[in-house]
């Protein structure tokens, strides 16, 4: 692999919306202070993503609304070895037209290069915006979308193994 970035999104991807029952990975949901907030969370989805953030040519970035929350908060409560990713912030972007995710990351492809990119935001499946442009980049770009209450699977991260 060569250079890859991975944009990660927090609630309804690691931290899902009313986590109730088993977590896909076949465990309970774990719990934990995240400073400002609980946050329930599958304790091998977190161990399998500090298992692929060691993954050579791979750049892990923030892309979500906790901001600088995630690497301050959310890392240290529950294990994520997420603290020195960059943290791409919505600077204005959401007072005008269209999703600050999307030219946040717009920007940080275009400034970055990356040859393949990963976006990993429960929200994808409703940004029509996203998806159109995400289907320019064509196999250079893989978009999962995560069922917000279940948040990352097992086989969503296999795809994302697979992609890289």
């Known amino acids: 692999m060569r250079n890859v ?16 029952g088993t977590t896909d990975w076949g465990s309970r949901w774990r ?41 301050d908060y959310l890392c240290p409560a529950i294990g994520l070895a997420g603290q020195e990713w960059p943290v791409l912030a919505s600077n204005g972007l959401g007072s005008g037209e269209g999703w600050w995710k999307l030219q946040a990351l717009q920007r940080d492809i275009e400034v970055s290069a990356p040859d393949r990119a990963v976006w990993i935001d429960d929200q994808l499946d409703f940004e029509t915006e ?4 995400a289907s320019i980049l064509g196999p250079r770009l893989l978009l999962i979308s995560p069922q917000p209450r279940r948040g990352l699977s097992r086989a969503e991260l296999e795809a994302v193994r697979a992609f890289l």
């Open 5 to 20: 970035s991975l944009y990660l999104d927090v609630d309804g991807v690691i931290c899902p919306f009313g986590a109730a």
């Open 31 to 71: 719990i934990s202070d995240a400073g400002l907030l609980e946050v329930a969370y599958a304790g091998e989805l977190v161990e399998s993503l500090n298992a692929l953030s060691r993954t050579p040519g791979l750049r892990c970035v923030w892309l979500t609304s906790w901001e600088e929350m995630a690497p």
């Open 130 to 133: 996203a998806r159109a442009w």
